[in-house]
Structure formats: C-alpha cells, structure tokens
C-alpha cells in the first residue's frame, strides 16, 4: 500500500512539474532581456529579433535567431501582415540597411485584404513589438550621443536648480 501511495505522489510531482513548466513558457518577458556577454564581431555590433514569416510575434521572438547583424547594416526591421480584424498572419524581423528601411509605415494591401505594417529601430534588440498601425510603424533611431563635456554641464546645472529649489522652499 504504501508502495502505491509513493508511486502517487511521485507521479503527482511530475504532473505539477510538467504543467508548471508549460504554464511559464507563454509568460516569457521579452522587454527584460540581458544583453549578450559574448564578444562582439566588430566594433558598434548589435543584435535584432530575426524571423522570416512566423505566424505572430510572439512566436517570432520566442524562437528568434540569436546572431550579430552584419556590419553593413544599422537597424532591425519588421514587417507585420495582418487582417482587418487585427489577427497577425505573418510577422517578419531581421537586421536592415537604411535604404530598407526607407518604407516605413502601414498599407492596405488589396490582392490580400490584408494590412501590412513595417518598422526600423536602432538599438540591440529593440524590435520587441510589432508595427499595428502609423503611430508605431515609424523609423525610430536613437539620438546623436552629447560629448562627455555637455553632458557634464547639464547635470551640473540641474543640480544648481535643484538645489536653488529646495533653499527657496
């Protein structure tokens, strides 16, 4: 008896095991993903989200090739197919040049009754979501960095007027 009632519990555990790891695998964060510790291929390398018509986005990042873009390219690029109700059919993400990314925006396609929304961004990884309509199916591509001086100058003089603020209140 007490031979089954372990073989039970064992088997119990394995249930809670298997459905505890199944449960997570749709909870996966992908906004908080480490950077890569490895080192880079050349100088100002960065990685993309790379999938070629993946039936949604989260699949698309889930199973994304993890690969430095190649040195010519700057941006990570996506292409989001969808119908009109807003179901995603097709959802395509690699590294780009800056002439790909020239056709930013979203259309109509009438052949297929589908929409069609691309995207470019520059950064590792940034092309976490995909492009649903013209608010964010944009060039998005990160601001000149300031010299070290600048940069220095303005928070010495935000801590000027935080301080100024705190004595006169």
């Not at 390398?45 to 949604?56: A, I, P």
Request: proline fraction near 4%; glycine fraction near 2%.
């Amino acid at each position: 008896m007490t031979l089954i009632c372990h073989m039970l519990a064992v088997a119990f555990v394995q249930v809670l095991i298997v459905l505890g790891n199944w449960s997570l695998a749709k909870n996966i964060n992908f906004y908080n993903v480490r950077l890569p510790v490895d080192p880079t291929p050349f100088p100002s390398s960065f990685k993309c989200f790379t999938c070629d018509n993946v039936v949604d986005n989260y699949n698309c990042n889930r199973w994304a090739e993890d690969k430095w873009c190649p040195p010519n390219t700057q941006y990570c690029l996506t292409v989001h197919h969808f119908t009109s109700h807003g179901r995603s059919t097709s959802v395509t993400k690699k590294c780009a040049t800056r002439e790909e990314c020239h056709f930013v925006g979203c259309r109509h396609l009438r052949e297929t009754s589908r929409t069609e929304c691309i995207s470019c961004c520059e950064g590792m990884i940034c092309n976490v979501d995909i492009p649903t309509n013209h608010t964010n199916a944009v060039f998005a591509v990160v601001n000149a960095r300031r010299t070290s001086g600048s940069s220095r100058r303005a928070v010495s003089v935000l801590l000027a007027v935080s301080i100024t603020a705190v004595l006169i209140l």
